[in-house]
């Protein structure tokens, strides 16, 4: 629990942790933020890690002209994370499988495997990019299709296009809109919002289920 409330409050204030980490190690951020978004992705025991707050915070830091940060390199950077982080978790389920969360339930959420393959026997293949903006469905994606024996150039291709749209898409919010004076005034405000947005599609999920249960 301790452990979770740290993350919690780290995601929360990844703008402070991000931009003072970047002023004493300077380049170094990247391998941070490499390892960061590799660990999301890669494994299914790291769901708790920032992902789409990270992104958009360093697209932000990178904006400003005092920063160390360049945003082709940290594009760059981070699609190959995400890129191997996927491929990882992909072939981790299609090695173990079931066999890890059958022996392993302190380790692993039961639950949150049973919702993840729900979500790709409804969506197919588009899981693997629909779930790159789902914060926990993100990370147990990639090990369902795995454990799915999902074909390997299919997965290749899902993975690819997710990431790009990912990576891209929320550093360049981060980028554009992180300099804007409103947004650097409201920044923990916009953070939450960021949270909040990616919690949504799940939260209604779990509430359509127990709607449905109860007819």
Partial sequence: MELFQQAIHTILHIDTYLLSFVSHYGVWTYIALFFII????????????????????AGSIAANHYSTLSIELLFVTLLIASILGNKLN????????????????????????EQTHQFYEKHGGKTIILARFIPIIRTFAPFVAGMGKMNMQEFFLYNTISAVVWIGSLLGAGYFLGSLPIVKENFSIVIYSIIMLT???????FCYRKASQRL
């Fill in 199 to 205: 919690l949504l599609p799940p939260l209604f999920a």
């Fill in 90 to 113: 992909y072939l981790i389920g299609k090695a173990l499988g079931p066999k890890i969360f059958m022996g392993n339930r302190l380790l692993f959420n039961q639950h949150h495997l």
């Fill in 38 to 57: 590799f660990c999301e992705t890669g494994f299914v025991i790291t769901p708790f890690l920032p992902g789409d707050s990270l992104l958009f915070t």
